[in-house]
């Protein structure tokens, strides 16, 4: 846990210290001016230190007193201006659109370059033809995973029929992820060229940036293989987890048909499955969906490997699948298959209608029902959350505290 003084606008003062309080840490100082902060630290230890960097947030003075003390600090800003203030006091910063994790990052590795950083992790979503529910996951994972604290960003890849920018009430006028993989052509996607293509999804529990997909399937060949693979790998130095909602088709037949260099229809997908360190496939819990998974699962497998990919069975019902339908989905997968389900999501269709109706994720519209519990504990299980910096951050105190004591001898 990190003790940390703050100094910002209420509204920010307020966010940061209910952001640090979710993720475990103590708000043990909040002040409305440098002066005030300064002294309050004369007889409050802290770790760290969050403040704007606009005056009377941040001046030379409360530098000075936290460098005296050995606490770090560390300006929370929005935009380049922000962060060129904060450097002219010799402030570090970190952007508050980012997340709480990166403030915590940027605590126990105050020198850490972007390029030391953990990168993030990339999560595909995949089902065979059908409507299995893949959307509905893909945004299912991406929103539990920010409630965990995770910056996540939800790409749309489809490139047979794009769902998710629809599904949550977003304008899809100008596809973000189509937009992304143009600055991949011409060389300039960077990470605030990402920030500036996708919107963002507002919940309750935390933001997800989100790439939306082509509004049309004619403009298929806007996503070639290298440019998706380029936007993915550019989405690891932006967020922990890139969830890809992908297409079902996996077929390679203009591969068959041409030796000429062309576009691919299913570039998009297999792309994206070939990028990510761990691919959930989705099954509808019936025996027709089931079919559909065992005939389409060795191709997957010649995309992916096994080890990497886990399949989650959706719409789970007594009806679609036997009295014991649990039972029978995972005798029926590895009898036939080999496959071990990683888990069952039962169907709810009631909480799903809710969130198409009102174009919100699951986790809002109906936060106590069996299938976004399910999701909840799939993210969990598949999805980790990055390992804990605890004993990084106590090792940081300790030093700081040394460096104190030695320069107090």
Not at 144 to 149: C, I, Q, S, T
Request: net charge neutral; with cysteine.
């Amino acid at each position: 846990m990190t003790t940390f003084a703050i100094s910002a606008p209420l509204e920010r003062e307020d966010a940061l210290a209910e952001l640090a309080r979710r993720h475990g840490h103590r708000v043990a100082v909040r002040a409305a001016r440098a002066s005030e902060l300064v002294e309050r630290l004369a007889h409050v230890e802290v770790d760290a230190v969050l403040v704007s960097p606009t005056a009377p947030h941040l001046d030379g003075e409360l530098v000075r007193a936290c460098d005296a003390r050995g606490v770090r600090v560390l300006a929370v800003v929005d935009d380049a201006a922000d962060a060129g203030a904060a450097r002219a006091f010799g402030v570090e910063s970190v952007r508050f659109a980012d997340g709480f994790p990166a403030i915590e990052w940027a605590i126990v590795s105050p020198h850490a370059s972007r390029e030391q950083r953990p990168r993030g992790r990339v999560l595909t979503v995949w089902g065979p033809a059908g409507a299995p529910g893949c959307t509905t996951a893909a945004i299912g994972l991406a929103t539990e995973l920010a409630a965990r604290g995770q910056r996540v960003a939800l790409v749309d890849a489809d490139s047979h029929a794009a769902s998710i920018a629809p599904a949550l009430g977003l304008l899809d006028e100008a596809p973000g992820f189509a937009a992304a993989a143009r600055l991949v052509r011409t060389g300039s996607l960077t990470v605030d060229e990402l920030g500036r293509v996708a919107q963002t999804l507002q919940t309750a529990l935390g933001d997800v940036q989100v790439l939306t997909g082509i509004t049309r399937a004619g403009r298929w060949p806007e996503l070639a293989a290298d440019r998706v693979a380029g936007v993915l790998d550019a989405c690891r130095d932006w967020v922990d987890w890139t969830i890809v909602d992908v297409a079902s088709s996996l077929e390679r037949d203009e591969e068959i048909s041409s030796d000429v260099f062309g576009p691919r229809r299913n570039a998009a997908t297999i792309a994206a499955l070939r990028a990510a360190d761990r691919v959930v496939a989705v099954a509808s819990g019936d025996p027709i969906g089931m079919t559909r998974l065992l005939r389409a699962y060795p191709d997957l497998v010649d995309v992916v490997p096994s080890d990497r990919i886990a399949v989650v069975v959706n719409k789970v019902r007594t009806g679609g699948a036997g009295l014991a339908p649990a039972t029978s989905v995972a005798q029926t997968l590895q009898r036939f298959g080999g496959i071990a389900p990683s888990a069952q999501w039962p169907l709810d269709q009631g909480a799903v209608d809710a969130a198409l109706l009102s174009a919100r994720p699951l986790i809002e519209v109906a936060g106590r029902s069996r299938l976004r519990r399910a999701m909840q504990a799939t993210a969990v299980d598949l999805l980790p959350a990055q390992p804990t910096r605890t004993a990084a951050r106590a090792a940081a105190r300790g030093a700081r505290r040394r460096g104190m004591r030695f320069a107090l001898r």
